[in-house]
């Protein structure tokens, strides 16, 4: 008798510390996609501030008239403006979701902990490819967006680009092909919980989506 109460003992001990842990993680997930969504906000607020911004009546200024040169040398790198450290290439928006967000100019798994990143590509080649974390502040929600959803870029020099929502789908993790696949004006894409699966929202630029 001694035995088995001493093993129901260590049985409940046991689930007492894994039900700890678990709640150490989900506070520590919870914290981490807090810090990213702070992150990024006020990257986004220095970012929005530097971006020039190009008047919506039509008025130019003599240098914004001009043929700009993405148009004459698509194969330019993009422009960049450094924060703290980062490069930034540009904001992206998603109205639906009401997201906002800055972009970096390359990514690795720790500057995906600050922002979108861009992947591969490039706008101006109309291949551009943007991954983020599936935190609820960054790319979390993108899985929700359906077709003809409306999706903008902007430049770090104020040129804004207008895309429409054509796919959204499932991709295996290692299906890197496919998921820089040029086909495609612009793509974003995140894990699933659990990092098993890419979903990857595929877009058209928006003359092209009517």
Known sequence: ???????????????MLLLAAALFLTGYNLYDEYRAGAAADHVLETLQQQIPEIPSDGTQTPEQAE??????????????EEIEGNDYIGVLEIPTLEIS?????????????LAPCRYSGSTYTGNLVIAAHNYRTHFGPIKNLTVGAQVTYTDVKGRCFSYEVAVVEVLEST????MTSEKWDLTLF???YGGENRVAVRCVAADEGK
């Open 175 to 178: 299906a890197i092909q496919d």
């Open 101 to 113: 967000l800055p972009v970096m100019s390359s990514w690795s798994y720790p500057k995906l902990k």
């Open 1 to 15: 008798m001694k035995n088995k109460g001493k093993g129901g003992t260590i049985f409940i001990a046991g689930g």
């Open 190 to 192: 995140t894990c699933t």
């Open 67 to 80: 043929l700009p040169d993405y148009i004459v040398n698509p194969d330019m790198e993009m422009p960049t």
